[in-house]
């Protein structure tokens, strides 16, 4: 079987000047779709062959799980992104970011600081368990949450592909600028729903 790249759920100029149209080109255009063409290069033979990403993710290690959850990790990353830029933390997800990060503006300070503090390449990423209790986890390369039996909610990417064309060196401020077109509702969906993949 093929894993095919899905259709980006908004325009390449969407997310502009947060992300320019440029930045989603290479990043979804070229990385995201390069994962996809690698791991269904390097699965044709494998028992996983068929398999979904996630559990390509659970049960795979070396290429096909660098491919198949850095396929995973960007569809998920994408995903979580609106053109709209109204849209606000609200209902359980923002009282259960006040319980635990204390509020709003210290839970981003807080998460941004920590994709801040990733050497090298990575992914920051809030994640909850079934109770719903919530935690930041800091992922070197293609890592994620799912490994950890926990339940992925939101993640930053930090690997230089991300941002170097429109932010260069600095990855705080696109880190900090990502806020402007976050989709909380998907993020509050996906922590309403949440289930161990
Ligand atoms: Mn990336």
Redesign the pocket.
């Known amino acids: 079987m093929k894993y095919s790249l899905p259709s980006l759920p908004f325009g390449e100029d969407a997310l502009a000047p947060v992300i320019s149209k440029k930045t989603i080109g290479y990043?979804y255009g070229k990385?995201?779709k390069a994962y996809f063409d690698n791991l269904n290069k390097l699965i044709e033979n494998s028992p996983l062959n068929g398999k979904s990403l996630v559990e390509i993710i659970k049960n795979s290690e070396g290429a096909i799980f660098n491919n198949a959850a850095?396929a995973w990790n960007?569809i998920f990353?994408f995903e979580q992104f609106t053109d709209g830029r109204n849209s606000r933390l609200k209902g359980d997800l923002r009282a259960a970011i006040e319980r635990d990060f204390g509020s709003e503006i210290g839970f981003k300070e807080r998460f941004v600081m920590e994709g801040i503090n990733i050497f090298g390449s990575g992914w920051v990423w809030l994640s909850a368990d079934v109770d719903g209790n919530l935690q930041i986890d800091k992922c070197s390369n293609a890592d994620n949450p799912i490994l950890k039996k926990r339940i992925p909610l939101l993640t930053f990417?930090v690997?230089e592909?991300?941002y170097y064309l429109d932010y260069q060196n600095l990855r705080a401020e696109h880190l900090s600028a990502l806020w402007m077109i976050l989709n909380w509702d998907i993020i509050e969906k996906r922590y309403n729903n949440r289930t161990i993949l």
């Open positions: 990043h990385h995201t850095q960007h990353y990417d690997w592909h991300a």
